[in-house]
């Protein structure tokens, strides 16, 4: 790995001159994405990171990035514990891969994971299919990309352990990170990808992942900022789902300044199951902003959303779910539920709810609702001698019940409850209460 | 074992208790019946401790401390319990892990040592076969998709578990069968003991064939207007509250 000059870890995130200055530095580094990096910096140039202007990022907050000097001194926060034992692990530092922290072991037979460098030498034709981007953040993660990871399973394979890939921060200055992961399954393949973020509160970690689930494959694909998470995570998953399909996503957002994951599932195939969900504890000063669209583009397929949301303090979280039905994308079932509660009145929630339904014979249904604790429940708890704060810390724990009983993997769900259970140690005292 | 003096309580300045005064001793049933809107709810309300009432007058003494002064987990801790007349659904909570976390925040109160999950579940099943609920609404979120009747029983079942000193019940009678109403009056009468109270809040005579109180109470417009024996419930029955008032 080349020592990369000081310049683009710096990389001054809205400075055009940068801008150019660093992509032109990685150019080296992957060859074949010259033209897809000049050309996604001068889109770039023209539009600039997204504001609250544009009605897709209007709940996010990247003003910090641009405005706030940094402040934080360097660390290196070490590696979370591992969601599920003996997983494989993917660990990137600052951007750059680091072999010494990662572990693959040995693979079975159809699986490879490669860095993306290595993969687009070997095949630099991909190179062309690499999304590019349609606003700011996507456009300088293709400008500026600085490797990733490429997971492939072949057809008929499954990939028994998971693979984690942790995102590490270190830096105490406004660096920006950008990486590009993809997600390649054959035909009934099985694997599960857990991507997390650990960090500094200057970084900021923009990834975007591209999967592509095709006929009777399944992924699982968890994406979490946890506790050790800081600084600014934009995270965007554009994944496709082919027929019989599943595509079954769950996103936490626990730490973190500002966090924003995307996901943009498109179901091609008939009997193709998109599950889109979440799950936000904001604290006070943090933005948790979850992003969805689902569309829809052929009949005869599912698609299933629920995202649960928790705010303390000065906390705004946020989701804006879009499902889209194409006109010919008869007999879809497709529900999308977000519920939020607020623990503190100085806290925000914001739905953004949205159906496009252009086919006649579907059965969709979406619901939305922000709220604070049911003092019905609260009362009865208390009314049985359980503590106002164990019973707001059982009410919460029911609440984001929801997303956890849709977690298979046991482990994962537990890891999940315990990290729940510890963020609500510091949230349910009621002291903030309004 | 109660005694409660003169008790003025109020909703958003809407005055409903006016100048109530009721004592239970131990050992004694005592029933309060009365029509719509007398303020029968708000007493027990009152008395479990819910912030939406504000007692602007009197007192209430539970075996000796200031009930009022008492959070309502405290006054649990204390040995009160109220059966609700609509049982509140949570979903996402499970029956037992709600049952076992009160269980052992009273004993938390109290200085005992929790009950493990093997005691636990031997204890509450038997009440469970006791009340003759299905065991396997143990498991079932709290309330949730249980009909009027299992809600009622599952009040005796987190009664039953707790052993209250005294036990509240407001209306845990309406909207049962006569099969439910029987099960849930073996529930009560097991709870009666030498050692404990029951004060029963009722609209109807009905649940007392079953659970012969020892003193039964009038209440109108938020204030005990006559008090007496059994005889009264059925006197009552006979000539509705209208004479009475």
Redesign the interface.
């Known amino acids: 790995m080349p020592t990369l000059p000081e310049t683009e870890t710096m990389t001054a995130l809205t400075d055009i001159t940068a801008v150019r200055e660093d992509s032109r530095t990685l150019a080296d580094q992957m060859p074949e994405l010259g033209d897809h990096r000049s050309e996604a910096a001068t889109r770039f140039e023209a539009l600039g990171l997204p504001t609250r202007k544009n009605e897709a990022w209007r709940y996010t907050n990247l003003r910090p990035l641009k405005t706030e000097p940094a402040k934080d001194s360097a660390q290196d926060p070490g590696l979370p514990v591992e969601l599920v034992p003996g997983s494989i692990r993917l660990v990137f530092v600052d951007g750059h891969y680091a072999e010494d922290r990662s572990r693959i072991g040995t693979l079975p037979d159809g699986v490879r994971i490669s860095r993306l460098g290595n993969y687009l030498a070997a095949n630099p034709a991909r190179a062309r299919d690499l999304f590019m981007g349609d606003d700011g953040v996507a456009l300088l993660n293709s400008a500026l990309l600085r490797d990733g990871a490429v997971i492939s399973v072949a057809n008929n394979t499954s990939l028994a352990r998971p693979v984690e890939i942790v995102h590490v921060t270190t830096s105490a200055r406004r660096t920006g990170c950008h990486l590009r992961h993809r997600i390649e399954l054959g035909e009934r393949a099985e694997a599960t990808v857990i991507e997390r973020w650990v960090g500094t509160p200057s970084a900021w970690a923009n990834t975007v992942t591209e999967a592509r689930v095709p006929e009777a494959a399944t992924l699982t694909h968890l994406r979490i900022a946890g506790d050790g998470a800081a600084g600014t995570i934009t995270s965007a998953a554009r994944v496709s789902v082919g027929a019989e399909a599943t595509y079954r996503a769950t996103s936490f957002m626990i730490g973190g300044t500002s966090v924003r994951i995307d996901s943009l599932v498109n179901v091609l195939g008939e009997g193709g199951e998109a599950h889109v969900d979440g799950l936000s504890l904001a604290g006070d000063g943090q933005t948790h902003d979850a992003v969805t669209v689902v569309r829809h583009q052929v009949p005869e397929a599912r698609s299933e959303q629920v995202y649960r949301a928790v705010g303390d303090g000065r906390a705004v979280t946020s989701f804006q779910g879009k499902v889209i039905v194409d006109k010919d994308a008869q007999k879809i079932e497709a529900d999308q539920s977000f519920k939020a509660i607020i623990l503190d009145r100085k806290a925000t929630a914001n739905a953004k709810p949205e159906l496009e339904i252009l086919a006649d014979d579907v059965v969709c249904s979406h619901g939305a609702t922000i709220g604070e604790l049911?003092a019905?429940?609260l009362?009865?708890?208390?009314?049985?001698?359980?503590?106002?704060e164990?019973?707001r810390a059982?009410?919460i724990?029911?609440?984001a019940?929801?997303v956890l009983t849709r977690i298979e993997n046991d482990d994962v769900r537990e890891q999940a409850a315990a990290a729940i259970s510890t963020w609500m140690s510091g949230h349910v005292d009621g002291a903030s209460h309004a | 074992m109660l005694q409660i003096d003169n008790l003025h309580a109020d909703i958003d300045g809407k005055d409903i208790l006016k100048g109530l005064s009721l004592k239970i001793g131990a050992g004694e049933v005592h029933a309060i019946m009365g029509p719509n809107g007398a303020g029968k709810s708000t007493l027990a309300a009152t008395l479990a401790g819910r912030d939406t009432y504000t007692v602007s007058k009197g007192s209430v003494t539970f075996q000796g401390k200031d009930l009022l002064e008492l959070e309502p987990h405290e006054r649990v801790g204390e040995g009160l319990f109220l059966g609700f007349q609509y049982p509140v659904e949570i979903p996402g909570v499970s029956n037992l892990n709600f049952m076992r976390t009160a269980l052992n925040s009273v004993r938390a109160y109290r200085g005992e040592e929790p009950v493990s999950a093997g005691d636990f579940l031997k204890a509450i099943r038997a009440i469970a076969a006791e009340l003759k609920m299905d065991p396997e609404m143990l498991k079932r979120y709290v309330n949730v998709g249980f009909s009027g009747g299992e809600k009622k029983r599952n009040e005796m079942v987190q009664m039953r578990i707790l052993d209250p000193k005294l036990a509240i019940l407001d209306e845990t009678d309406s909207g049962l069968d006569i099969d439910a109403l029987r099960i849930v009056a073996d529930g009560i009468n097991a709870q009666r003991r030498a050692d404990t109270g029951i004060l029963l809040i009722t609209h109807y005579q009905r649940l007392l064939d079953y659970v012969k109180p020892d003193f039964v109470h009038v209440m109108v417009a938020g204030r005990i207007v006559k008090s007496g024996g059994p005889e009264l419930a059925h006197a009552l029955e006979q000539s509705g509250y209208a004479d009475v008032a």
């Open positions: 049911d019905n429940a009362f009865y708890l208390t009314s049985r001698g359980i503590s106002p164990d019973a059982i009410l724990e029911a609440f019940g929801a």
